[in-house]
């Protein structure tokens, strides 16, 4: 029996996709191995990596100047291979703070001896806001701008892409990655963890332009530099083979499912839903200011907090997990990442709208 799952991640991940990775889990491609099982420098593996890639660049519209490198460590890793690879130590850096990742992307930045410079900052609002466009202005000198699209905790997406001039745009798109259509070319560095929309935990996908390779520290760690990596097919090492072979499989799911115009599409239409239920009532709420909720994470509250461990004990019991809003803020959360399909949503907002007549 399959639940609707709504965890922020590691997510629910598409049923076709897990089925085809059981069905050819104890023999990959007539090997008598599983792909865990195989090297990666096989002629296999090299192909299966090779068609992940392929399927990204098509299915996300990636321009032949950029690089695509899958590395280990998730997007916490890049928080640190952001610096190391793009500044000298005191550097200057812009950043926008929309929330506890980005907030965490700053402090390793800082770690990292960048200067970092906060432009534009949200916590005042306890992270319910995006700023305007023109409220910001990036500083002379500074070697990237830094936002998050999408913040897992809070749920707030950016409602467009930032103006960065001349200054190379930088995204953790973790929560939101290839959940629309995006303009990559906007962007100098694109990053995320594998493990909302993605696949499995540990694998970030970076999309980096060309010409920003080439500038590593000279004490960056080879496993941490972007240049090595690149020239090395992201195979310096052992790659995280099970969770780019998964990649693969996503992408042609998302290829099968009419590509991201389509995606997009759909992940607008559940937002909207499951926003229109929560308005619609007065038992339940969402903080964040309109234009800048979140398509793929809707945390909401309930009128009285003493009903959540109730209403989480009911969900579970409908078959709808995961639902625990983030420590640090309570309430719910309910992620709605590229798996999550209507009925999920239906069946959430049918239990909440239960849930509300007898217990309100
Ligand atoms: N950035 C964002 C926006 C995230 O949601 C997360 C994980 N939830 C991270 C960074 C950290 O990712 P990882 O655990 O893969 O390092």
Same mark, same amino acid.
Request: aromatic share 8%.
């Given at each position: 029996m399959r639940v609707h799952n709504f965890s922020a991640g590691p997510a629910q %991940? @598409? %049923? =076709?996709?897990? &089925?085809?990775?059981? /069905?050819e889990l104890t023999d990959w491609r007539g090997s008598g191995m599983s792909v865990l099982e195989v090297s990666h420098r096989g002629a296999d593996f090299i192909e299966c990596a090779a068609d992940a890639e392929a399927a990204l660049r098509s299915v996300a519209g990636v321009p032949d100047d950029y690089r695509v490198l899958f590395l280990a460590g998730g997007a916490t890793g890049q928080f640190s291979a952001i610096p190391a690879n793009l500044t000298a130590r005191g550097d200057a850096v812009a950043f926008l703070n929309t929330g506890q990742w980005s907030a965490k992307a700053i402090k390793e930045a800082r770690r990292a001896g960048?200067?970092? &410079?906060?432009?534009?900052? &949200?916590?005042? /609002? /306890?992270?319910?806001?995006?700023?305007? =466009?023109? /409220?910001?202005?990036? =500083?002379?000198?500074?070697?990237?701008?830094h936002y998050t699209p999408n913040e897992t905790i809070g749920g707030v997406e950016f409602p467009y892409i930032p103006d960065a001039g001349d200054v190379p745009l930088v995204a953790d798109l973790s929560s939101a990655y290839l959940s629309r259509p995006l303009d990559v070319s906007r962007f100098g560095v694109i990053y995320g963890g594998a493990q909302k929309n993605l696949g499995p935990a540990g694998l970030a996908v970076v999309i980096v332009r060309e010409d920003l390779l080439g500038r590593p520290r000279a004490d960056v760690p080879a496993i941490w530099d972007w240049t090595v990596m690149a020239a090395k097919d992201s195979? %310096?090492?052992? @790659? =995280?083979?099970?969770s780019i072979y998964l990649l693969g499989l996503i992408l042609h799911w998302i290829e099968d499912t009419g590509g991201l115009a389509a995606m997009g599409e759909r992940n607008a239409a559940k937002a909207q839903r499951l926003y229109g239920a929560i308005d619609a009532s007065d038992f339940y709420a969402n903080p964040v200011e309109t234009r800048s909720r979140s398509r793929m994470n809707i945390p909401f509250t309930l009128a009285d907090p003493a009903l959540d461990a109730d209403f989480l004990a009911g969900a579970e019991a409908a078959g709808l997990t995961n639902l625990k809003g983030h420590r640090s803020v309570g309430g719910m959360r309910a992620s709605i990442y590229n798996a999550m399909d209507m009925d999920g949503v239906a069946a959430l907002i049918d239990y909440m709208t239960e849930f509300e007549r007898t217990k309100a």
């Open positions: %991940l @598409p %049923l =076709p996709v897990l &089925e085809r990775a059981a /069905s960048a200067v970092v &410079e906060v432009i534009a900052d &949200e916590a005042a /609002s /306890s992270y319910t806001t995006t700023p305007d =466009p023109g /409220s910001f202005a990036v =500083p002379d000198g500074a070697r990237y701008l195979m %310096l090492n052992t @790659p =995280p083979t099970f």
